[in-house]
């Protein structure tokens, strides 16, 4: 799945989904510092200060075996970024992959994340995934409708796991999409 994948999104704009690239790394530095300012979605509070660094960081990620990191291009811009990353325990959890995906803000609800979770959900099976996990802050409803929407189901929760900017306390939900996993 090294192929270019384009879609159409409202108001006749193209939306073009392929796995990422070393150019792409400042791009991505500006997606993920719009991101990283909300201080509400994801855990992360600061990005790297350079290109360079961020470019260290792909290069890294890029370079991990069963590793998707997906990027989402309207134009010359990256407006949304997915990873899906291996277990780190060998056979034990090699049938999980983790989850990671951020939409720049003017670009949600248009699409683009679903646009990037069946891209993400093909390239697991054809990796022998069997389970698709990921964790969301309790009060994001936004991302945990947009989870369920896909066919996820909440797992678990850790109790007051986060202390958010504006909002307090959260609990940190678990959630997961299985792939045709023979499981009791
Ligand atoms: C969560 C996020 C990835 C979703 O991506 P998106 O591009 O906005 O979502 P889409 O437009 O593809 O929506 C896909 C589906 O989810 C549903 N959905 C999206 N936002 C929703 C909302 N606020 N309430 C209910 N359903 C929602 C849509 O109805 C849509 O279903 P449809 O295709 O049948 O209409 C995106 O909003 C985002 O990046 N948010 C900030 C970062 C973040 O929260 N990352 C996840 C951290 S765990």
Not at 36 to 59: A, F, K, M, N, T
Not at 128 to 142: G, T
Request: proline share 4%; hydrophobic share 45%.
């Amino acid at each position: 799945m090294n192929a270019e994948h384009r879609i159409s999104l409202p108001g006749g704009r193209t939306l073009c989904l392929r796995p990422a690239r070393e150019a792409d790394a400042a791009g991505l530095l500006a997606l993920l510092k719009s991101v990283v300012d909300e201080q509400v979605y994801i855990g992360l509070e600061s990005v790297p200060s350079s290109v360079e660094e961020e470019l260290r960081w792909l290069r890294t990620l890029m370079r991990r075996r069963r590793t998707l990191a997906l990027v989402a291009t309207s134009g010359d811009r990256i407006v949304g970024f997915l990873t899906l990353e291996p277990g780190t325990f060998g056979q034990k959890d090699a049938h999980v992959a983790t989850l990671g995906i951020m939409v720049a803000p003017d670009f949600r609800a248009q699409g683009v994340g679903r646009a990037m979770m069946d891209y993400a959900v093909t390239w697991a099976r054809l990796h022998q995934f069997e389970k698709i996990q990921l964790e969301v802050f309790a009060s994001n409803r936004r991302a945990y409708a947009f989870y369920r929407k896909l066919g996820f189901v909440e797992e678990g929760r850790r109790r007051a796991a986060y202390r958010l900017p504006g909002i307090g306390l959260v609990d940190a939900i678990h959630m997961a999409l299985f792939l045709n996993l023979q499981y009791p």
